[in-house]
């Protein structure tokens, strides 16, 4: 009897989705015992913007949140997901450094490691890929979808191909922007499955309202394991209900085996944290309700919510819309990459600098010109030479794997932050966020020495972005 496995996300992308990423590891500590008897496939729970969010707003080691939630979850494979060369920065990283992420990840914890790259170049997650293999991970690739004409099944077998050759172990089929329709994962599915022998997994979110419809074309063309979130954080930018999936696939050919008694026992914790997000203003039921004009402007959740967060701080929220309208026609411009962190940010970011600056690449952003000028890859379309012309100004593009003009890093980043690890893991924290980092250093530094005033009250760390 085929068996769905089920991917629980709500430890991580649910509420990134949602509340960006602002749960805190007291909140979840509770629950942990008993999501750890559910059964699920895996739990994500790490990764992603979580790291960022630890150090920046919540006063969090991520490290020490990772082996908080392997000791409290020691039965359930614990997930992460990784941005191939940028690891969870918002840049390509030295060789060294991703291959010594890798390493301390699965050291603290981390069962299954899903890598993808925001512009679907293989060559920039080969490292991360041989370094997980080397260290007995789990090994998913994930393909950032996305809707366009380069963007046929055929562009994805081939890519698939590709990721098997690098020596995956599973390949996760990406709808970060809720772009997937119910008949394209069907016939998506059917392709990869025809194409490959590795297991397939299905990641959607629910923003336009498709999500578990594509989830069950997706069951009844072959996928093995699908990604959903507790109904309380499910829904709108979110996942789709793992309850009702649970439900739906019950006593069928693709019954997950979850018992959903069980799961609805769990569900009373996370409504008393939904209803503690909404009063506080970090989650805005605009979130919940599905809206079918991401499949218009391919927006995903999480860059739904920076923009109007962006345009909140300008006092241009009546923008929204014209932002929007924007995001498709700098991403043209851009090669059609596919909008997931970083790629998201930096065409969000200059679609809202265009619409504010009421003149279009009057200001361009720093990163908008690193990704037209290659720094971040091969984007899926050439990028038209005269536009890059017009934004590189004097700068000659980059065509070749953009982490081959990096020197080794590691040892460099050591000196840097030498006054402040207290922990290994500590250097990969600087090498990724810098001067954030070194904030939380200094703000651990005076807990330790009894100078911190409210540093271990969490909720008052927290600030909306």
Request: net charge negative; proline share 5%; charged share 25%.
């Amino acid at each position: 009897m085929a068996k769905i496995g089920i991917t629980e996300t709500v430890l991580r992308d649910a509420h990134q989705s949602l509340i960006a990423t602002r749960m805190t590891t007291d909140e979840m500590l509770p629950i942990l015992p008993e999501l750890d008897k559910i059964g699920f496939r895996s739990i994500e729970c790490w990764g992603g913007a979580t790291f960022d969010s630890c150090l920046r707003f919540l006063n969090e080691d991520p490290w020490e949140r990772l082996r908080i939630l392997k000791k409290n979850m020691p039965n359930t494979p614990l997930q992460m997901l990784f941005r191939g060369q940028n690891m969870l920065g918002y840049r390509h990283y030295a060789d060294d450094v991703v291959e010594y992420f890798v390493q301390k990840s699965i050291a603290n914890g981390i069962d299954v490691i899903r890598i993808f790259d925001a512009l679907n170049d293989i060559r920039n997650l080969e490292t991360a890929i041989k370094a997980s293999k080397k260290e007995g991970a789990h090994t998913q690739v994930a393909m950032s979808f996305t809707t366009g004409e380069v963007f046929t099944d055929e562009y994805y077998v081939n890519y698939a191909k590709q990721i098997e050759s690098a020596g995956a172990d599973s390949i996760c089929i990406k709808d970060m922007a809720a772009l997937l329709t119910p008949y394209r994962a069907e016939s998506l599915v059917k392709a990869l499955k025809k194409a490959t022998d590795l297991p397939i997994q299905l990641h959607t979110h629910y923003t336009s309202g498709l999500a578990s419809m594509c989830l069950i074309k997706a069951a009844e063309a072959g996928v093995d394991v699908i990604d959903t979130a507790m109904s309380p954080l499910a829904l709108g930018t979110s996942h789709a209900p793992t309850e009702s999936m649970v439900a739906a696939f019950a006593g069928t050919e693709y019954d997950t085996g979850l018992d959903l008694v069980k799961l609805s026992e769990l569900r009373p914790f996370f409504m008393e944290l939904r209803e503690k997000y909404i009063k506080s203003g970090l989650l805005d039921p605009k979130m919940l309700a599905a809206d079918a004009k991401t499949l218009i402007y391919q927006v995903p959740g999480g860059m739904l919510s920076n923009l109007l967060s962006q345009l909140k701080q300008a006092g241009k929220e009546d923008q929204l819309t014209a932002v929007l309208e924007e995001v498709p026609r700098v991403r043209k411009d851009a090669g059609f990459p596919p909008l997931v962190t970083p790629t998201s940010q930096i065409v969000g970011t200059q679609a809202v600098f265009n619409i504010i600056g009421g003149e279009r690449y009057k200001m361009v952003t720093k990163e908008f010109r690193a990704m037209v000028r290659g720094e971040y890859g091969k984007t899926p379309l050439p990028i038209d030479p005269e536009f890059q012309k017009m934004i590189l100004k004097d700068q000659e593009p980059i065509t070749c794997r953009p982490a081959d003009l990096l020197e080794p890093e590691l040892d460099k980043l050591r000196e840097e932050c030498a006054e402040w690890i207290t922990q290994e893991e500590d250097v990969l924290s600087y090498a990724q966020f810098g001067q954030v980092a070194v904030k939380f250093f200094e703000k651990r530094r005076d807990k330790m020495f009894g100078l911190d005033g409210v540093h271990g009250n969490a909720e008052k760390q927290i600030h909306p972005v």
